[in-house]
Structure formats: C-alpha cells, structure tokens
C-alpha cells in the first residue's frame, strides 16, 4: 500500500502577476530537471498543502503547486471585505495554469486534479491538449446542475440529515428553495455578522462529508473564519455560474482528451463528488483508466486512493 512520500520544502516560489490585479502564489520542489507536473487544488479555493506535494516522486518529478486566484497565499483573498470575484472564472483560471507554465519555461507537463481540479484539469487539458503529458483526476466533478442539485439542494441530505440541518440553519425558511442562490446573498452580505456564519456553515457541511468518515483536523481546517469566507465565495461564485460552462460541456469535450494518457480514481463512497460523474466522464475517455475504491470517500489521503494515486504518479514519472 502506497503512501505520501516524505515532507519536502520548495526549492523556489513566487507571486506572479496574471493580471485583473490578481497575483498568484507558486512553487516549485523536487528535482528541477524532473518530469514537470501540475498540481490543481480543490474547492474551488481550497488552496494547496505541504501534503500535496508528496503525491510525487521528488527525485523523478519536478512538483508544481499554486493558489488559485483569491485563496491560500494568493492575493487579493476574497475572505477580504472588499473582495471582488468578477475576474474569478473557469476561463481566468485556465489562463493562469497558461502564464505559469510559460513563467517556469516548461514546454509541457502532467496535470493533476482533484475534485474541483479535476475539473480545472478538464478544462485546461480541453483547452490546451498539446501542453499536457498525462492526466490523474480524483473525485470528479464537472459542476453539471444534477451534481450541484446532490450536493448543495438536497439530495445527499439523505444520507445526513443531522448535517443537513446545520447547513440549513442560516437561510430563511422561506428562501430554501434554492439554497445555491440563498446562500450566495448571505455569503456576499457585507456584515460579518452575516456572511462569517453563512461561511462557517457551507464549508462544515463539505467538511463533514468529505471523508468516508468525520476527521476533526479536516472540519477545524475548513471551519477557520477566513479560510471559511474564501472557501465559500469562492465555490458560491462559481456554482451560481455553473463554472461558465455548458451543462455537461467537460464530459462532451472529453473525446479531445484521446491522445492523453489518463487514470481516474473514485471513491465508490464518495458522496461530495459520487461515482456517476467518473462513471460517464470514463464512458467519453474509453482509454482512460477507472480504478474504482471499494471503500473510500472523497479526500485524496483515504488509503486506498492515495495508494493509486501515487501507483499512477510513480508509473507515470517514467
């Protein structure tokens, strides 16, 4: 069983400039004549950890990290009360993967992504197929409204009633019709009063729910005031606009993807992202790679997802 290679610290890191005055934290570790890959962090506005650089080899990979716009050590961070999301979108995003593989002078590179990532990844290998070596996605998500609908107006309620109701707690009763849109108002009030519980609230109910089961260290992460308050806008901000994308447009494009090496891993538990997304995005990929975790949930350091991400980052560093 494969587990995260040892803590290891950048070799080198930096803001960089991309624009809409947005500046974006890299960095890069392992060994810098190391295969290049692309680490795509979840959310979105989850950040990226010291742990995420383990996934990979550093004697074989040259490991890129970064921030997306607005979270982690990106600046401005839309915890901010002036926060101004407007140059926050899917496309923005993938101009930024863009700038920085132009910045670091890398011709081209693994991708990898989780959760949101995957879907960043999507987008990116979509948009740019020829920049991309290989894919690795964990726990997808395309933001197709029945994947929002699960997750965000109900339907994983199902399963947890008791959480649910704690995610209810800050909308009006006669505004739970669509929570996404709910909670967008809350989120978005200028009175931490208002928008600081509303953020607590969103982000416990993902963190609770992330992992096959409740993990302490997760939730308090999640739950941290500021972290809490990107966390939140940030994914609100995109789920209100479906990612600027189609509905379904990342699994229909996928069939540009042909010529790229791709493993996909889910947790057939896994109820933020569940298995039917992976199913149909491995239906439109017939050379990708399922590997189907029989007893895993969502969080990429459940052993037996981390054990095929890092069997495939290991098979790919080659």
């Not at 610290?9 to 810098?32: F, I, K, M, R």
């Not at 009175?191 to 993990?215: C, Q």
């Not at 149909?280 to 459940?302: Q, S, T, V």
Request: glycine letters at 10%; charged letters at 20%; a negative charge.
């Amino acid at each position: 069983m494969r587990t995260l290679y040892p803590e290891i610290e950048p070799y080198d890191s930096g803001l960089l400039e991309v624009g809409d005055g947005q500046a974006v934290y890299w960095e890069t570790c392992g060994n810098p004549d190391g295969k290049p890959v692309v680490f795509l962090h979840g959310g979105p506005g989850g950040g990226s950890s010291a742990d995420h650089r383990r996934l990979f080899d550093p004697a074989r990979y040259r490991i890129v990290l970064f921030d997306q716009r607005g979270c982690g050590r990106s600046t401005p961070h839309a915890s901010a009360p002036e926060a101004d999301l407007s140059a926050n979108t899917s496309s923005h995003l993938v101009a930024d993967i863009e700038k920085l593989r132009e910045h670091l002078d890398i011709g081209s590179w693994q991708v990898f992504g989780g959760s949101w990532g995957s879907a960043l990844a999507l987008a990116y290998a979509e948009t740019h197929p020829d920049r991309v070596r290989e894919l690795v996605l964990r726990g997808i998500f395309t933001l197709r409204q029945v994947e929002l609908d699960w997750f965000y107006e109900g339907g994983a309620a199902a399963l947890f009633p008791d959480l649910w109701e704690e995610f209810l707690a800050p909308v009006p009763v006669g505004e739970r019709g669509h929570l996404i849109r709910a909670y967008a108002t809350l989120l978005n009030d200028p009175d931490p009063a208002i928008h600081g519980p509303a953020a607590v609230a969103w982000s416990r109910w993902e963190s609770s729910t992330i992992t096959l089961l409740p993990r302490a260290d997760v939730i308090a992460q999640f739950t941290e005031p500021a972290y809490a308050v990107a966390f939140a806008r940030i994914e609100n901000h995109f789920f209100m606009n479906g990612g600027w994308w189609d509905d379904g447009q990342l699994i229909r494009d996928a069939v540009r993807l042909a010529g790229i090496p791709t493993v996909i891993v889910q947790g057939r538990y896994d109820i933020c992202t569940p298995p039917m997304t992976a199913w149909a995005l491995a239906d439109a990929m017939p050379h990708a790679e399922l590997k189907m975790i029989p007893d895993a949930g969502h969080a990429f350091d459940e052993p037996g997802i981390l054990d095929a991400l890092v069997e495939a980052t290991d098979r790919f560093a080659s």
